[in-house]
């Protein structure tokens, strides 16, 4: 089996590709091969536990510049996957994962799966968030709605083409969007490769809360600024912290006083992410519902993964999580709900219950999507899709 990157360069989804990886070395009997850029291979490795990353066959395959206009974009990721579909048939390989899915990469794989016959590998195409445009706009231009995500998903495909969602009220809403995909929808939820450890003993100091990821209003990070600055007001003395990257220009400096770490301008290296994450007390999440409707959350797997409890608005994933696990954190209806929570929150409250309760049930949904207990769904999949 082969698993490709066709897109991502350096640490960019290390995290879910180093648990896909790990996923497909505990579903498949054969040997695993990685093909990606040479630096974000080197982020899977310094990830992944060395007696799984010994069992893959790593090499480097360097995928298409991102830096180019939208319809060069779609016909260079096209020629890359056709590429990769037809070496990975002259190696004789059965399965070809793509561990993301372009519009390009869906067009080119499936036309090189039409050329190659009998000899095509079943290919599988994880779909991250450019599944989302799926339900927004799309261009009047019968042109580009050919090679847009929804033109891309409904060329025709061979019956070995896979559709792997990552979550299961998206892979629900997919099917209802768009019926003729159900037969190609693989539901593997989003695996965790990593287990953050807590810090042998808390840092002592007030609570300490953290916004995770892009610092975007798509991702309600104004809003996140906003409860820092009610809280103050209304005296907690919890601190905000941002642990990830701004978005350029977006939030003036003013709007983010009353954080006690801001988002800072490069990519955080994981190594650092991973400590200040450990150093939080609970992960806020005030995005929008609808921003994680068709989307999976990598800050949200973070969260299970550190064992984290989540103080959020109404979040779809969350909610499917506490309906299968129980909560993983409290759940507000607005801001004004979230700020008297944290009024009443100090380092000893969150040692009992609920808290308690909460990372529990944290710990149990991170063991439900940890490789091992993924890889029966997938081991599945490659048995009934061979060729």
């Avoid at 960019?12 to 070395?25: D, I, K, R, S």
């Avoid at 004789?92 to 499936?110: D, Q, V």
């Avoid at 019956?159 to 929808?185: H, Y």
């Amino acid at each position: 089996m082969i698993i490709c990157e066709p897109i991502v360069w350096g640490e960019e989804h290390a995290p879910f590709n180093a648990g896909l990886v790990q996923v497909g070395v505990e579903a498949s009997p054969d040997t695993v091969t990685f093909w990606g850029e040479v630096d974000h291979i080197a982020a899977l490795r310094r990830i992944m536990p060395p007696a799984a990353a010994a069992q893959v066959d790593f090499a480097a395959r360097k995928p298409p510049a991102r830096v180019q206009s939208a319809n060069s974009r779609v016909r260079h990721d096209a020629a890359h996957a056709w590429r990769a579909v037809r070496a990975a048939a002259d190696l004789g390989e059965r399965h070809l994962i793509f561990a993301s899915a372009a519009p390009g990469t869906l067009i080119g794989a499936k036309v090189a799966g039409f050329t190659l016959g009998h000899r095509r590998p079943a290919t599988f195409h994880v779909l991250h968030s450019p599944l989302t445009q799926v339900w927004g706009w799309r261009s009047r231009n019968p042109a580009r709605r050919l090679v847009d995500i929804t033109g891309a998903l409904s060329w025709p495909a061979t019956r070995d083409v896979r559709l792997v969602i990552l979550e299961a009220g998206i892979a629900d809403a997919l099917a209802t969007k768009i019926p003729a995909l159900a037969s190609q929808i693989l539901l593997l939820e989003h695996p965790i490769a990593e287990t953050i450890e807590a810090p042998a003993t808390r840092r002592p100091g007030p609570v300490r809360l953290g916004f995770l990821g892009m610092a975007s209003r798509a991702k309600g990070f104004d809003r996140y600024c906003a409860l820092a600055t009610m809280a103050r007001q209304r005296g907690a003395t919890a601190e905000f912290h941002a642990i990830g990257m701004a978005e350029p220009g977006r939030e003036a400096q003013a709007n983010m006083a009353d954080l006690a770490s801001k988002p800072v301008s490069a990519k955080l290296q994981r190594a650092e992410f991973i400590e200040r994450l450990r150093d939080l007390d609970m992960v806020v999440m005030t995005h929008d519902p609808a921003h994680y409707t068709y989307s999976p959350s990598g800050v949200l797997l973070d969260a299970l993964a550190a064992g984290k409890p989540l103080l959020s608005l109404s979040n779809p994933l969350v909610d499917a999580i506490a309906e299968r696990h129980g909560p993983i954190g409290p759940t507000v209806a607005d801001l004004d709900d979230a700020v008297q929570l944290i009024g009443d929150l100090t380092p000893e409250v969150l040692t009992r219950p609920p808290y308690t309760d909460y990372r529990t049930n944290l710990g149990n949904a991170a063991a439900s999507r940890r490789p091992a207990a993924l890889s029966a769904v997938l081991a599945r999949a490659l048995r009934d899709g061979s060729t």
